[in-house]
């Protein structure tokens, strides 16, 4: 039986009873509104968030103009946190110092005036050590705060009014980007060139269907206050702005500077944005010490004013694309910069905008600050010619208007009802000083009122006007950007945009050798071993007892040697791998898996643009591109395919319209190069025709200038091969007296 509870009785209206994951709903929900609201996404309208926003007004009320002196940050400070934004003080003077960094801001909104820390990552100063003003730009977002143009709301405890909204003359949004995480969605927006950005905002106001590949033409990418170079097509840049999502590859700017002696470095100038110098520095002379950049020499960072890191490399061989490459992948000298235009609307609610809404929100804005701007200004105008009017009423009847303050107990109510005068009339008669009383004071008043006249009547017909309101703001644009533009020091884009998407380049393992002559000597015996430079001389070459000299191959350590063996395989053997000495070297079938019955063919420095003649002992052969027999692994890579007691012979590059091909029965025949086929793999073709013995050599050559062989005193040719031209199989003739009595062409 469930055991019975008992319930106190809550009297009404006192206390709510609700479910406790709904008030953690509603209080969660709460919480997220006022992040995002509050503190995270900034207005599309001034681009600003409400920290910033307080700050720069708060500023604007301690008159820190560009024109003015500087104030001790503590006290812009303790305004902001006293009046305005009721948080801690880090919070706000962090904010202050980041407006302040032109490393971190592409247009400051803060002029400071002290320690605002370092692109390096060193903290600034104590804010009662530094101080700040307003800049020009901050002061374009703040025109015409006095005019009406935005809504102001009461303060945290309600003792001040602050502005909700700026006027943002200038488009601060994409200008100085932002970045924030709020609750759930988060914003990064990148900066922009304010000079291209009021290009589009014209063509927009002009072309008001324009679409976003037509105002990319304009807005061609971020531009980065610390430079950089943007590695992105056009096509991924129009993606990006067309979704509000999208990410920029952005690297760093270098150059390479010619030494003496045919050395160079590299020198880093620009780096990616919001990558600390210090850190980057520290990053890169890190996987230097763990030799993860084998390419790099030393590291130096020689940076003042100016950014400048130098990269010197290993020697003067090393490709500096490659070297680069390699520290794009490892360091952040490359990034990406995440596109998220997530924003607060005009009717504050968050959503992700394209290129074309952000501008759209921007000039509506504008538009909504012309009529309330327009709008006060006639109110203003009104006001005045009212008292002007009355003014002119007290000329026209001076003596009467003082004969009824001199007489009168009660002038002001005289007054009104003899010229039918508003009370605001007559607190302007009544105080005006005598020596307005001047006959050029009555002349001045009448111009006042003439050119108050005039500008009311503008005035009516911008508002009457929606084209020519359209007109006014393009004309303001136009002075924002002569004021910011490119033709400005701070105006002129700084991030180069390449248009082609970065490639990666494929790093191979040779690409971090030294590059430098070698000899590879290989014995009878199969021992191999390399010696340093080219060498002509090879007497003083030692070997074990009972063993020499076979191949003596002139390389470079970044090459690599191709091993064809009997079997008809291939094998690859890099040529910084080969032991170097004075010692007998290594085994070959320590290196490679080459059987103890078979053997090595020859040994050559693989050329990948070659094409190779194979043939076997029976007579069989096909042409393969050198490129295709390299081996990936010590097992080697078959090519050739044999048949019982076959074994390869030969392998020769292609050179020439010939080949020439010789038995052991000392049978000579030459025909066409066209007649072989070009294979990957396989027997190949009969070559040449044998009813005993089989094929001892091969040769490619032009028949033109004749085949010439080696004998072991000379070397010798033949002009006239009419007799031994065939086709391809047949048996061929008995070669030419005086050729070798070895069956072998020799050495090429």
């Known amino acids: 039986m469930a055991k019975k509870t008992t319930e106190k009785k809550i009297p009404e209206g006192r206390v709510n009873i609700v479910e406790f994951k709904d008030a953690l709903a509603e209080r969660y929900l709460a919480y997220a509104l006022s992040t995002i609201m509050s503190r995270s996404l900034p207005d599309v309208r001034d681009g600003l968030k409400p920290v910033h926003r307080r700050l720069l007004f708060a500023m604007l009320q301690l008159k820190l103009d560009p024109k003015s002196g500087f104030k001790k940050c503590a006290r812009v400070v303790g305004d902001v946190i006293g009046k305005y ?42 804010m ?55 609750v759930g969605m988060a914003t990064s927006i990148p900066p922009h060139n304010a000079d291209e950005i009021c290009d589009a905002l014209i063509h927009l106001i002009e072309n008001p269907e324009a679409k976003i590949s037509r105002l990319v033409r304009f807005i061609k990418g971020p531009d980065f206050p610390t430079g950089g170079i943007i590695m992105e097509p056009v096509e991924n840049i129009v993606a990006a702005y067309e979704s509000g999502r999208g990410s920029f590859r952005l690297r760093a700017k270098w150059e390479k500077e010619e030494l003496a002696h045919g050395t160079y470095q590299i020198v880093v100038t620009e780096i990616p944005y919001q990558v600390q110098k210090g850190r980057l520095v520290e ?12 390419l790099l020499g030393d590291l130096r960072d020689e940076s003042a004013e100016e950014i400048r890191i130098v990269l010197e490399p290993k020697n003067r061989s090393v490709d500096p694309e490659i070297l680069m490459a390699s520290l794009f992948k490892l360091t952040d000298l490359e990034v ?39 709008n006060h200004r006639l109110t203003e105008i009104d006001r005045r010619l009212e008292i002007l009017k009355g003014l002119l009423i007290a000329y026209l009847n001076l003596d009467q208007v003082i004969k009824i303050i001199r007489n009168e107990d009660d002038p002001k109510e005289k007054m ?29 008043i009448n111009r006042e009122h003439k050119n108050l006249s005039s500008e009311k009547k503008e005035l009516k017909s911008i508002l009457a006007d929606k084209k020519k309101r359209w007109q006014v703001i393009a004309d303001d644009i136009r002075q924002v950007k002569e004021q910011f533009g490119k033709k400005t020091k701070l105006g002129k884009r700084r991030t180069e945009i390449s248009g082609e998407e970065a490639k990666d380049i494929d ?19 199969g021992w191999i071993r390399a010696v340093k430079g080219h060498l002509e001389d090879f007497s003083e070459i030692k070997f074990k007892e009972g063993d020499r000299g076979r191949f003596f191959i002139k390389a470079q350590t970044t090459d690599k040697l191709l091993l064809f063996a009997s079997d008809g395989k291939f094998f690859t053997i890099p040529c910084d791998r080969i032991p170097r000495g004075k010692g007998d070297g290594e085994s070959l079938r320590l290196m490679i898996d080459l059987t103890e019955n078979r053997d090595i063919v020859t040994i050559f420095v693989h050329n990948p643009e070659r094409k190779l003649l194979l043939a076997s002992s029976s007579g069989h052969g096909f042409i393969v591109d050198e490129k295709d027999v390299v081996a990936s692994t010590r097992t080697g890579k078959q090519v050739m395919n044999l048949g019982d007691g076959t074994r390869a012979v030969a392998v020769k590059p292609i050179a020439g319209s010939h080949v020439a091909v010789i038995g052991e029965n000392r049978k000579l025949l030459v025909y066409a190069i066209s007649e072989i086929p070009e294979m990957k793999r396989g027997r190949g073709v009969i070559l040449q025709k044998y009813q005993d013995g089989s094929l001892s050599d091969i040769k490619t050559f032009n028949l033109t200038d004749g085949l010439t062989w080696q004998t072991d005193k000379q070397t010798r040719s033949e002009k006239d091969l009419t007799a031994w031209v065939g086709k391809r199989a047949a048996a061929g003739r008995l070669a030419p007296n005086g050729f070798s009595k070895s069956n072998k062409f020799g050495m090429e």
């Not at 002379?285 to 084998?294: D, G, I, Q, R």
């Open 336 to 374: 990406r910069f995440a596109l998220n235009m997530n924003v607060l609307d005009s009717k504050h609610s968050p959503r992700v905008m394209n290129l074309r809404e952000v501008l759209q929100e921007f000039l509506n804005h504008r538009h909504e600050v012309l009529l309330r701007k327009t």
């Open 128 to 182: 009662r050590y530094t101080e700040a003003r307003l800049t020009d730009v901050a002061l374009a977002l703040l025109t015409d705060l006095e005019s009406n143009t935005v809504d102001f709301r009461p303060n945290y405890d309600g003792s001040e009014e602050e502005p909700a909204l700026l006027p943002s003359r200038f488009p601060n949004l994409l200008a100085n980007g932002s970045e924030g995480i709020a």
């Open 283 to 294: 990053r890169i002379a890190e996987v230097f010490k763990e030799k993860k950049v084998p």
């Open 507 to 525: 790093i191979s393992p040779e690409a971090f050798v030294e590059k430098e002559p070698i000899t590879v000597i290989c014995s009878t015996l």
């Open 85 to 126: 934004h009721p948080h801690g003080d880090v919070a706000v003077y962090d904010t202050m110092v980041r407006l302040a960094q032109s490393f971190s801001v592409r247009y400051p909104l803060v002029e400071g005036q002290g320690n605002f820390g370092s692109i390096d990552g060193d903290n600034p100063a104590a």
């Open 416 to 444: 009104m009802k003899k010229w039918d005068l508003s009370e605001i009339q007559v607190e302007a008669i009544l105080n005006m000083r005598l020596r307005a009383l001047r006959k050029l004071e009555e002349i001045e």
